[in-house]
């Protein structure tokens, strides 16, 4: 008979003996596991030794039968090893599972029945102050060892200095990173990064020699495909296009040497409005009228036809596409403008404002997608753009049959419109004091007030020009129409003076630093002052024929003549 | 508690209040940052596999937590050339075109090769023997169509679906890559 | 000659691998074979996700109330057994709170992993409940706490000390684990852990053997992955002391019988202080100590960033890099042209990683510095307590020391009485 006061005594006897036995069998267990572990390691039908140099004497000796069966019943044995001792394993872990389980019963059980009723510790409590005196001495010297580890770890680990590859990836990170954005209003400035200079307004700051004659010509390099663009200049990299009615190039040269950089050739690029005829253009205009433009990272290059190729100043290829081929009366001739990372094309075509074909684009510079676009009540025109700033914001002004329009060219809100032109619209507009100046033949030389609407200030009918581009010091406007320069009151529209010269001129005036420089179609430089009457500074000769807008950049002026392009200057 | 009544000290008042934000930010970190749809499960990108070329063992075959691997070998008959000579099927130069130990790739022998018409044969996975060991997959690769190709099996028998993949950190071409669990398998439509 | 023939017909081949055709075109077939379907069985079911974190929540708030309210061990042991089951064994240890904290650090550095919302919970709800009721998720929840648990049988008591040093070796490994899980590199605790081979019943031999000798020094020193290991602890140990209710011995007050000095096997549980001693003492040491910790910093910084080299090298990026340019090197690349070649993307993707180990190496620097400041700081700054106090943020709420308060068995006695009467 068992008493009460036994009854645990029992209990504890009984778990022993569970604990025990579940001890001893979980030890058999995880032994076995383990040996079977050791054993099967030899056992790796993924890599079999044996079979692999049965096959290999089987080679030398392809007819041997007893081989082959060899092979056969090794690989059987392998497998079946292999399936047999996996199944052995998954069923072992199961009994092992079950053995902890049963010890660790025992164990609590065995616990419980020798369970103990709680007795006030003997020993003093510690003081903590001698406890923390411990402890802080123990985590300095856990940190000695930390740091003696990391010691280990960096010397024993130690590896060269940054790989090769490592070198050259942060060489193509840092020219991508380059490559990313866009050069500053300051760094615009300093170079020719479009047509008539820096936002396209026929005004720029440079210091050209005074005079000089072909004798002090730095350079002249024969140019390429013949082009009615202008020459676009990027520190020391001058950047030209040709075309001809199959071939379209794009050229780079070095400013300094005149030494042709490298050359890109766009093909290929699909066209869904190109049809079967080909692309007829006026030769006044050419295949390749378009200026190219720069955002001092990447270049950009419009053609006839519609292409529109994009390449690094280097020249790697980063985007080009096929705008649609433009249904223009003469052949396309807007030059190109940068905004920040946009590229701004004006793409005016259709006979007719109805046509509804007519577009101002911005596409993203690195990638040449669209990223806005509005439709533009107006039929083909061939001004260029002109980038300013008045009213306190950023304009985008463009000229055509019968508006001009403003736009912001972050997003391509109309900001205003003055209806002042008329018929086939070429030159481009001028800026100066606050005053934007838009003109063609047969309409209006009208002078708007860009921050307040695009207010008509006043129209005036002197001396029209058909092509080349008004320039103004903002107190007189001066006019190129064929060989007569006529100039008229910046504030009034009178006009002042007119001047027959001895040739015609193609090419836009400039303003240099209060002197307007302009090219006759001879290649005759004119300097002229602007003011009340005609004051002709000097002339001089290239002796080349010259359809193009020079670039005036520091010291030196770049000229592209019909076959030359030329460096004058230091 | 009995302590209600008391007014409530500084130290439960700042305990309130950051219990109070603890309970926001956790709401709000829930609500931001949990995808309910978005449970991802490894999977292996047959266009990244290497077949471990160069090394000895598929780390497929070994570095899986599971014994064999969770990783089988997958058929996709649509781009099989169905060939007599199939090279994920034979060992390079084999002795004859017959189903013995001597020619074979696969070490468990877990394709089943059945003749068709003349010239096709048909070669069809046995996922129970399949042990990921890649020897077939790398010969249909070299040599063939490609269709034969590494998966993780998502299902209770194989992967475990663990956290972190062990063999994603072993794979020498990082091949392994998380996927949606909606769309558990890469599976391949045409040879690249 | 049958070799000569197969190279013939690779390199006839290899063309036709460029344009993406097939080398074998599939064939038509004039009998009416049909190709066998690609059968490959689906990924568990979509709810099941939200069933794990249904039954955490459960499981948290059952353990809340059997802990705070029930303050029973019985109860306490029963859940951390449907844990070991569910959560262990059924669920196969993931995903896990322990592992989650990986997901979300590695969620926040990289845009494109969106955060399962099962990780989410995990992380979030253990953490959450701590604010309320303490650490209750260890208590009972956590798997790997429970399969800790049960093996206890005779705790000893680990000098003060040591108890100090083990008990910054979680800091250490949060550091590590975070800075791994957000370089995207390896999920450390996850590979690391000692138990979810043991549910999973196949595994890696060595962690086996881990999660084996844990669980025999289980038997004697308490929990031992929980108190020197577990990062997800050292989260709860900065929420739990903000506990609403918290885990106290004694049900109403303590009568400082010292019959419970000896019951807490994790050393949570603080006796009271002597009385007496200067206001003043110490207060050297503790100025000393906060210098301490920017020079700690500033050392561990500068480890930190000597270990970036060695540490980027062992990442599998840098590895697959290097075997690459390895690979171009014996494909006879000449050095000259190598300016020219165009850039492996896997060498930038290499560059950027470096860039992380840049960062990531340093900021680990600075972590460990803290670490060992912030308890030298800890260790000098002197506390009062005039009971027996359960340290909140040590205390796993594993409701073993209910038993030793005679406090307790004295409301146990009465509560009996009320319900037989």
Known sequence: MTTPTREPEIRYATALRVTLIAALFVLLVSGTLAVHYLAGQLVNPANPVKVTALRAALQKNAADETLKNTIRDEDQRLRQAYFSRHAFATEGVWLLLGGVAVLVLGIKGACHARRQLPYPPRHDIDDPRTVAAYGRKAVLAFGAVVAVAAAGFIVGLRAPADPAYLVRAEQAAAKAERAKGYANAAELAHNWPCFRGAGDTGTADATPPATWDKTTIRWSVETGLPGKNSPIVWENRIFLSGADEHKREVYCYDADTGALRWTRSVAGLSCQDAGTEPLTVMADTGYAAPTMATDGRRVFAMFANGDLACYDVDGNPVWAKNMGRPESTYGHAASLLTWHNRLLVQFDQGGSADDGKSFLYALDTITGEVVWKVKRPVPNSWASPMLITAGGREQLVTCANPVVIAYDPKNGTELWRAECLGGDVAPSPAFADGHVFAVNTGSNLAALDPGAKGKVLWTAQDGLPDIVSPVSDGKSVLLFNQDTATCVDAKTGQKLWDHQFPAAFRTSPMLINGTVFVLDITGVLHRLQLGPTYSEAGTSALGEAVETTPAFVGTRVYIRGTKHLFCIGK | ?192 | MRRHLRLLLIFCLLPLAAWGVERFPPPEFSTDYRLPELLLPGFRPEWLPFLDVAVLAAALALAAWVVLKKRSRVGVFALTLFSILYFGFFRRGCVCSVGSLQNVAYSLTHADYALPLAAAAFFLLPLAFALFAGRVFCAAVCPLGAAQDVVLFKPIKLPPWLEHVLGLLPYLYLGAGVLFAALGTHFLICEYDPFVALFRLSGPVHMLLFGGVLLAVGMFVGRPYCRFLCPYGVLLRWTAPLARWRVRITPTTCVNCRLCEDACPYGALHPPTPVGGARREGRGRLVLALVALPVLMALGAWGGYKAITPLYFTDPIAVQARAIETQEADTGASTASTAEKPVDPLYMQALKQRRHYELGGVLFGLWVGLVLGGKLIALSVRRRRSEYETDAAACLACARCFGSCPVEHDRLARQTEVETS
């Not at chain 2, 000290?9 to 603890?22: D, V």
């Not at chain 2, 956790?26 to 449970?39: E, Q």
């Not at chain 2, 010239?119 to 269709?147: H, Q």
């Open chain 2, 1 to 192: 508690m009995t302590d209600e009544k008391q007014p409530v000290s500084r130290r439960e008042f700042l305990g309130m209040g950051l219990r109070g934000a603890g309970v926001l930010v956790a709401g709000g970190a829930l609500g931001v940052l949990a995808h309910a749809h978005a449970t991802t499960v490894w999977q292996i990108d047959p266009e990244k596999c290497t077949q471990c070329a160069g090394l000895p063992e598929a780390r497929c075959a070994t570095a899986c937590v599971k014994t064999p691997s969770a990783v089988k070998c997958v058929h996709a008959h649509a781009i099989c050339g169905y060939c007599k000579l199939c090279t994920g099927f034979f060992l390079p130069q084999p002795n004859d075109l017959n189903t013995g130990a001597e020619n074979q790739q696969c070490p468990t022998g877990a394709i089943k090769r059945t003749y068709i018409e003349d010239p096709y044969y048909e070669y069809v996975i046995d996922r129970n023997l399949c042990i990921g060991c890649a020897k077939c997959v790398k010969g249909c690769t070299d040599f063939g169509n490609g269709s034969l190709f590494l998966q993780i099996i998502h299902d209770r028998d194989h992967c475990t679906e663990c956290n972190a993949c062990a063999i994603a950190v072993a794979c020498p071409a990082q091949a392994i890559v998380r996927v949606p669990g909606t769309a558990p398998y890469l599976i391949k439509t045409s040879f690249k």
